[in-house]
């Protein structure tokens, strides 16, 4: 590899910590929902398109600031992980009802959520308004502005999860929840409010990351959050479901791995080498990187 | 008068490859309990293959993988195993003592994955603009005129239709069936009574996927045309909404369910003009509807509208008929 190869090697590196960034933040929310719900949720793709199409409504039509467009975006996403939880899928658990009719179920938001978001806001695709971006070099890396806010935004989210994990009651039981249920329950911990809780933390995260997603591709459709949800399965895999700081790393992984597979392979098949990673997991190591003793 | 008669044909051509669509997903989720969300993927390999099998030489413009402008049977048989070794392949990954979440999500990523390929790769099936001239199956033969030859086909397709049926049938009442019920109902059960579950549901996932298949040479046979158009992800809903709204595992269900949602419900509201401006409002809010319905039947009522049939075994003769019993004079 020459001088050329290695600074080609370095700008992959850096799109790679970007992907990883925005990665992190749906694979994160995604995790901890299936965690503690003991269900995944095929609908989060759309939580994603929901939040890029929300914040742009507050940039473009309230004239907001970007930057706090994201932030009503991500939690009004939150707001309706609440209620999808409290209106559709709690009656359902309540109901007894098998696993499979569950998924059937979230299946089933999911085709009715890109078409309601069709039906509102049409299939043209959409862009923020945030100015020109110009590149600019950091070390032998190569930045846009919002590319490092992105990171930014996705470094404080991460932190801000690991403490809540850490250092909070709410996050203790959380974590209690997920690791096993019914001895939480006999802990007296409050099953509908954590269940709540963590619906709202894992909306919020899938609004964040689908505003970043946005900026980063620049431009957004109906689908577009769907058409990610592979990349996000593969990462929380990767990691380990139910795993939040597995979901870190698996995301790292993901990242790096489909933008440095770029510079070898064609750039238009990197998305197929996080569907390689998760195909590869499955067969060889399908508790993830990041196993939790106890849990397969 | 003709035009009436070319739209009728039409729909009973759909509704029979509807109905072997949603057999085939029946064996997948009513017998086996498979949670497959990429159905329509294994749909589009059997029209791909079968298309590109019966086809000549790709030229021009055109550009796909095969080309044999082979006999349509042998068309028909390689887009069948197309779907088959497809559905095998998924299976090898995910039916391995993985929770059907995982399955699910391999499904769902393969679909988008077979979506991007063929969609952008315009090498392997011609890309978005997807095949189109197949030529018409058997008439290089039969020479019929258009209309002679429409009535050929719901025959033709009728009779692969009631082949299937049967073999559908057999599945479900053999012990093989049963074995499957049993895995659906409770996997390890099955296991500890020394079923092989893995071999079993691998089974039922290469046939859904091989009637998937053979529905989709079927339809590409039909209008000659098929693009990714014609396989996106809100396809695979509409067969289950068929399958659940029917009765899963009950195939006169799935008759019954074919006709209502694709055919009655799709093509009642085909017509409905287009809202200025806002063309693609329609069609969203049917797929809502889809959506809606899918989610509606499992709330109020989750056996579909042909429950499974309760199966009677032969009781022991002390637990006879408890009337008779009781009406035995004690002595």
Redesign the interface.
């Known amino acids: 590899m020459g001088d050329r190869g290695l600074s080609v090697f370095f700008l992959a590196v850096g799109f790679g910590l970007v992907t990883a960034s925005i990665l992190t933040l749906a694979a994160v929310g995604l995790t901890l929902q299936?965690g503690i719900t003991n269900?995944?949720n095929?609908a989060y793709g759309e939580f994603l398109t929901l939040g890029a199409y929300l914040a742009w409504v507050l940039n473009w039509k309230l004239h907001l600031n970007l930057w706090l467009a994201m932030v009503g975006a991500a939690l009004l996403v939150g707001l309706v992980g609440v209620a999808i939880n409290y209106l559709?899928l709690r009656?359902?658990v309540r109901k007894g009802?098998a696993?499979?009719?569950i998924?059937?179920?979230t299946?089933?938001?999911s085709?009715?959520l890109?078409?309601?978001i069709?039906?509102i806001w049409?299939?043209n695709y959409q862009s923020f308004d945030v100015g020109s971006q110009l590149p600019f070099h950091a070390g032998p890396f190569l930045f846009t502005p919002n590319q490092v806010l992105i990171t930014l935004v996705a470094l404080c989210a991460m932190l801000g999860v690991h403490l809540l994990l850490s250092r909070t009651r709410l996050g203790k039981a959380m974590r209690a929840m997920s690791d096993n249920h019914d001895l939480a329950m006999v802990s007296g911990i409050d099953n509908n409010r954590i269940t709540a809780f963590t619906w709202l933390l894992s909306g919020t995260l899938a609004g964040l990351a689908g505003v970043v997603l946005a900026l980063d591709v620049t431009s957004f459709q109906p689908l577009f959050g769907?058409?990610f949800?592979?990349v996000i399965?593969?990462a929380m895999?990767l990691g380990g479901?139910g795993s939040p700081y597995g979901a870190m790393l698996g995301s790292l992984v993901i990242g790096l791995a489909t933008e440095i597979s770029a510079v070898v392979v064609n750039s238009?098949f990197k998305?197929?080498i996080a569907?390689a990673v998760?195909?590869a997991v499955?067969?060889l190591r399908?508790q993830g990187i990041m196993r939790i003793a106890g849990r397969g | 008068m003709e035009q009436i008669f070319f739209y009728a044909a039409t729909l009973v051509v759909f509704w029979f490859i509807f109905n072997i669509q949603t057999w085939g997903l029946n064996i997948q989720?009513g017998y086996a309990?498979i949670?497959d969300?990429t159905y329509i993927t294994f749909f589009a390999a059997g029209a791909y293959f079968a298309g590109a099998t019966a086809m000549d030489k790709a030229s021009g413009d055109l550009h796909y993988v095969l080309g044999l402008n082979a006999n349509f049977a042998v068309a028909m048989v390689v887009g069948a195993t197309a779907a088959g070794v497809l559905g095998a392949l998924v299976g090898l990954?995910?039916l391995n003592?993985?929770?059907?979440?995982?399955l699910?999500?391999?499904t769902?990523?393969v679909g988008?994955?077979a979506y991007?390929?063929v969609g952008?790769q315009r090498n392997i099936f011609n890309g978005f603009d997807g095949l189109l001239g197949i030529p018409y199956p058997f008439n290089d033969i039969l020479q019929l005129d258009p209309q002679t030859y429409t009535l050929f086909y719901i025959a033709f397709a009728g009779a692969v239709m009631l082949v299937l049926w049967l073999v559908a049938h057999r599945i479900y009442n053999s012990p093989f069936g049963r074995a499957l019920r049993a895995i659906r109902e409770d996997l390890d059960v099955a296991e500890a009574f020394g079923k092989n579950t893995y071999a079993m549901r691998m089974i039922a996932m290469v046939v859904g996927c091989v009637y998937a298949g053979i529905a989709g040479a079927l339809l590409i046979g039909f209008i000659s045309a098929f693009n990714p158009g014609g396989w996106s992800?809100?396809e695979t809903?509409l067969i289950?909404a068929a399958m659940?709204v029917g009765g899963r595992a009950n195939n006169v269900g799935a008759i019954v369910g074919a006709l209502l949602v694709p055919v009655i419900f799709l093509e009642g509201t085909r017509y409905l003009p287009a809202i200025q401006g806002?063309a693609?409002?329609v069609p969203?809010?049917r797929?809502?509807v889809?959506?809606?319905l899918?989610?509606a039947v499992?709330?109020f009522r989750?056996e579909g509208l042909l429950p499974e049939p309760r199966k009677r075994f032969y009781q022991l003769p002390l637990s006879r008929d408890p009337e008779m019993v009781a009406n035995v004079p004690v002595s």
């Open positions: 299936f269900y995944v095929f559709l009656p359902f009802i696993l499979r009719y998924l059937i179920v299946f089933g938001l085709l009715i890109s078409n309601v069709l039906a049409g299939a769907n058409d949800l592979f399965f593969a895999i479901v238009a998305d197929d569907f998760l195909i499955l067969l399908p | 989720f309990g949670l969300f990954v995910a003592r993985l929770r059907s979440d995982y699910a999500i391999v769902v990523s988008a994955i991007d390929l952008n992800p809100a809903f289950w659940l806002h693609e409002l969203a809010l797929n809502v889809v959506g809606l899918l989610i499992l709330w989750p």
